[in-house]
């Protein structure tokens, strides 16, 4: 036949080409087709886990305390350890839901609605890059977990590392009292991650012995344990600049407390220092910061 | 000697010798040992003087609020009960401590203490609240014609009580999980006060509760017969009852303000006293007074050593010492 | 003594009609009597009692006591010459026969005053005119009703007032009790020349113990005057709508009535 276009070797090619397409188009479209991946946390520090390893994308909703990064603050909140929403958390349709290991009665509703959750077991300082890296699998982000992960790891080692030949300071880690007073004052015991992130920093916790996350600390107990630093964490109610001075006034009163006499209170303020997710090795840096001056 | 004066003279100072020896002995004792001879040795330097800090700053103003609250509310406890005429009554029973609660709780969901009003904001709301519930019981209690009511009083107290504690669940439930903390330890009361100045806050109101309640005994013992038989012995029925409620309600709110709700006083004390010296309450409201304090006092010294190096609440060991106490009073009346 | 004027009360406040608990009521208690107020159950008298104490006072009308009018009267003066007896004592608390009756000597005592010998000597005197010494040190919820009775009496006679009001005393007592008060009632004013007024819907009560009667039905005096000649059967059908026979017991020499039958009245 004169004027057929196809040749022979013409029409080889175009069939390689049309098998090509039509895999890649079966391909995509059935990326398409699967489901983008929703993910609900109850749990702050792992949405900023999630943020940290470019999962961010992934989240829809959040517990009612989420507040970093601030693009969660737009998301619907589902509530939080004691009231999680249940029905607004299944009406979401999510293929992921981050809970508390002890929150059993939402595991129950969420094994009957078919979706899946990981329970989180909140614990010391190891279990952040657990965390991290459990998380990185969940959601497709392996490598920036391990990334991110590792990273934490390596920079607590360097820190324990470097604090070891230092003198190390008694501290008193105190994450909350009343203001103007000494009443009511809560610190980390001998367990936690706060407890954790000071002894890496090269502290030593005055409280160390108390098997509990947290003590209350009466004056006598402080008196008796003479601390020679004063670490206290602000997450709430940050005092302006000009008013830290003040705050801290109230310790003078017990003026025989080495961190009194030598002036070795410190105010750490911002959330980030008090939840156990993504930046602890930055917390815990600031600790050492100010405990090896 | 009659009888009467015979007790007022011999029990009263009984129990104010048995409440002095406990001050003078619970700030001697506590988790760290301490050196008496140390502490009053003026030539150490204060700062240096570990075991006078401990002493003055930590133990003393400890036992000084201890012994305030618990004769506060020891008494208070007495003269709500001759109020009432139930043996079951507490200084809590008319909604005065769910009511300073709220107060407090609203000063600590409001963050007033980050206002001028510093330390103060929440000692301040939480009686601020007391004398707003006083208040409201009162004019509920008042609007039936001639006296106070007790029925109505007891109504009025009970169902604000159960109203104010639900508001303070509400506030727990907005608030966010550090201020909720706060809420929840506020609630068990603390008495490690660590400075004098919330002390001498207390001490003119206090004092006029005391000084109102020192008019009321023989009345108190006539009102515990019905209104109609001390109305007819004399007793200006209505004029006492307002002076018993105000000035119990004061003395309440103080003692809040002071040290947070601190349970089981006002109701074991008056029943311990009673069943050492009856009924009288000549005899009864002075005697719980002093008794309220040595017990709170104690308990608290229970509280900081038992379990050190950490301490537990107070409100716990009153409760552990109250709870079986109430068990065997059933248990010995059946 | 003891003078009603026209006395008028009706409790509640506030606009609407209601019937009057007490109305136009008049009754003289003269020194050295047994009065007794007789009725049904509402007739008014406690109410009537409360108006002769100075408990309550009347929308109209005046309740004087030798001429001055009881509002006029403090309360601890009042208390000094009237003495109330309520129907039952229900205590809170453990009080000792001995605290018991010393209560009464609370409008004598200044306000941090305490008991002294003179007041002991009242209230022990005023436990053997009852009867009821040997039970001084006992508490008083120990007590039978009998005895209880008989305390709260010596209490109101601890008072030293020249009047006792009774309201209702032997309403929930056993019949040998009932006879025990009923004579210590009458000892009380032959012995003591106590002035008494008792308020009680016991017949037979009204009648072995009382000078004089008083009766009230639907807060109305019916008949008022010496007991023998105001309590006929007629004045009995009148007061509870009974038919009983009354007449004179010749042993004891007082009245008894004796119900026969119910009668309906006629609305």
């Keep these: 036949m004169n004027g057929c276009p196809l040749s022979a070797i013409g029409l080889r090619r175009c069939l390689t080409v049309a098998v090509f397409v039509a895999i890649y188009g079966l391909w995509t479209g059935h990326s398409i087709q699967a489901q983008k991946p929703r993910v609900i946390t109850l749990i702050p520090a792992l949405t900023e886990m999630l943020f940290a390893i470019g999962a961010g994308d992934q989240v829809i909703a959040v517990s009612s305390y989420d507040e970093d990064p601030p693009q969660v603050r737009a998301l619907p909140k589902v509530g939080a350890l004691i009231d999680p929403d249940v029905e607004r958390i299944i009406a979401l349709r999510p293929t992921l839901v981050l809970l508390y290991g002890s929150q059993t009665d939402l595991m129950t509703q969420l094994s009957r609605a078919s979706i899946p959750y990981y329970a989180y077991r909140h614990g010391g300082l190891g279990t952040v890059s657990v965390t991290i890296r459990e998380l990185g699998v969940r959601t497709g982000h392996s490598r920036e977990a391990e990334s991110l992960a590792s990273d934490i790891d390596r920079r607590l080692a360097a820190l324990r590392q470097r604090t070891a030949a230092l003198k190390k300071p008694r501290t008193l880690l105190v994450f909350g009292r009343e203001r103007g007073s000494l009443r009511n004052i809560y610190a980390s015991g001998g367990r936690g991650f706060l407890h954790d992130m000071l002894e890496a920093a090269g502290g030593v916790n005055v409280f160390a012995a108390v098997q509990a996350e947290s003590v209350q600390a009466s004056t006598e107990m402080i008196l008796a344990q003479k601390p020679d630093v004063i670490i206290e964490l602000r997450s709430t109610e940050i005092p302006a600049e000009n008013q830290r001075a003040a705050e801290l006034s109230s310790w003078k009163v017990l003026g025989s407390v080495p961190a009194v006499r030598s002036n070795r209170i410190h105010l750490l303020s911002g959330r980030w220092l008090v939840v156990p997710g993504p930046r602890v090795a930055d917390g815990a840096e600031a600790f050492a910061r100010v405990l090896h001056r | 000697m009659t009888s009467v004066r015979r007790r007022l003279t011999v029990v009263v100072p009984a129990f104010g010798l048995l409440t002095f020896a406990v001050l003078l002995v619970a700030p001697t004792l506590g988790s760290t040992p301490i050196s008496l001879r140390r502490v009053f040795d003026s030539s150490i330097a204060w700062d240096d003087n570990v075991d006078a800090q401990i002493f003055f700053v930590a133990r003393l103003p400890r036992v000084l609020a201890g012994a305030l609250v618990g004769s506060t509310l020891a008494a208070a406890g007495v003269v ?75 109504l009025a107290g009970v169902t604000l009580n159960t109203f104010f504690s639900a508001l303070i669940t509400f506030v727990q439930y907005l608030v966010d999980p550090a201020d909720w903390y706060r809420t929840a330890r506020w609630l068990l009361g603390n008495l490690d006060v660590s400075s004098y100045t919330p002390i001498l806050a207390s001490v003119p109101l206090i004092g006029i509760a005391l000084l109102l309640f020192a008019l009321l005994p023989r009345t108190l013992n006539l009102l515990t017969l019905g209104d109609d038989v001390a109305s007819g012995r004399g007793v200006d029925v209505a004029t006492a009852q307002r002076i018993a409620f105000l000035s119990a309600s004061l003395a309440t709110g103080a003692a809040i303000s002071l040290a947070g709700p601190i349970g089981f006083i006002g109701i074991v004390v008056p029943h311990l006293v009673r069943l050492l010296v009856g009924s009288d309450h000549r005899i009864v ?35 552990m010492i109250g709870g079986p106490f109430f068990l065997w009073l059933l248990v010995r009346k059946a | 003594m003891l003078r009603a004027d026209n006395v008028s009360f009706t409790y509640g406040q506030g606009p609407g009609i209601r019937p009057a608990t007490l109305s136009g009521i008049s009754l003289e208690i003269r020194r050295g009597q047994v009065v007794g107020i007789l009725g049904p159950n509402g007739s008014g008298k406690t109410t009537l009692l409360r108006m002769l104490c100075g408990m309550r006072r009347p929308d109209h009308g005046s309740v004087t006591l030798e001429g001055t009018s009881l509002d006029r009267l403090s309360r601890r003066a009042l208390a000094r010459r009237i003495a109330v007896v309520p129907q039952e004592t229900q205590l809170a608390f453990e009080y000792t026969v001995l605290e018991m009756v010393l209560m009464g000597r609370h409008p004598h005592l200044g306000l941090f005053q305490l008991e002294g010998p ?17 039970l001084e040190h006992r508490r008083f919820s120990t007590l039978s009703g009998g005895e209880k009775q008989r305390v709260v009496i010596a209490a109101a006679l601890a008072q030293a007032a020249d009047i006792m009001l009774l309201d209702e005393p032997t309403a929930s007592l056993d019949l040998g009790y009932q006879l025990e008060v009923a004579a210590l009632v009458t000892s009380l004013n032959q012995e003591r020349s106590v002035t008494i007024v008792i308020s009680t819907h016991d017949l037979n009560l009204a009648a072995s113990t009382c000078h004089e009667l008083v009766m009230l039905r639907q807060g109305r005096v019916i008949a008022a005057g010496p007991t023998t000649e105001v309590l006929t059967p007629a004045n009995v059908r009148e007061l509870y709508d009974v038919d009983a026979d009354v007449h004179v017991h010749e042993p004891s020499g007082h009245l008894v009535v004796v119900p026969v039958t119910r009668v309906t009245r006629p609305r």
């Design chain 2, 80 to 154: 709500m009960q001759a109020l009432l005429r139930n043996p079951l009554a507490t200084p809590f029973t008319l909604g005065v401590s769910a009511a300073a609660a709220l107060g407090a709780m609203a000063a600590i969901a409001l963050h007033l203490d980050a206002t001028f009003l510093g330390a103060a904001a929440i000692p301040a709301a939480c009686f601020g609240g007391a004398m707003v519930g006083t208040t409201i019981v009162y004019f509920l209690a008042t609007r039936v014609s001639g006296g106070l009511s007790t029925n109505v009083l007891l």
């Design chain 2, 285 to 319: 409201l002075p005697a719980a007074t002093l008794f309220g304090a040595a017990f709170l006092v104690s308990c608290d010294l229970i509280a900081r050593t038992i379990m050190s190096p950490i301490e537990l609440p107070v409100g716990i060991v009153t409760a």
């Design chain 3, 118 to 134: 003179n007041d002991f000597d009242v209230a022990r005197d005023a436990l053997a005119a009852t009867g009821t010494a040997q």
